[in-house]
């Protein structure tokens, strides 16, 4: 039972080592979180930690993205169509944005003169 249990916890860590780095925010990143609550609470059972692991994976795998893919019509809103175009491109400059950018963004917002 005890081999098992490792081999579950086994298949958790080998999910959260294949984790993405989230490069908005470089000092808080989900899967070292994730990593330390699995390593402290040793109070799940094997099954739990195997559904959790079956859970990280299917998450790594884009499986949902996959089994329910979104339309075009849920991407381009009437309110606003470039609105999650605009969101991804925003998403992807962001980490390498200046100081100064990121200054004259915030005023940019502040100020909207239309």
Do not use: C
Not at 61 to 90: A, Q, V
Not at 93 to 106: F, H, K, Q, T
């Amino acid at each position: 039972m005890a081999r098992q249990a490792i081999s579950a916890q086994r298949h958790v860590l080998r999910a959260l080592s294949q984790w993405p780095k989230d490069t908005l925010r470089p000092q808080v990143q989900l899967q070292d979180v994730l990593r330390k609550r699995f390593e402290q609470d040793s109070s799940l059972s094997e099954q739990e930690q195997l559904k959790q692991a079956n859970a990280l994976y299917s998450l790594l795998d884009n499986r949902y993205k996959k089994k329910y893919p979104i339309t075009g019509s849920l991407l381009r809103p009437k309110s606003h169509p470039t609105y999650f175009t605009d969101l991804i491109r925003e998403l992807e400059e962001a980490p390498n944005r200046s100081y100064i950018d990121r200054v004259w963004l915030r005023l940019k917002g502040l100020v909207r003169l239309q």
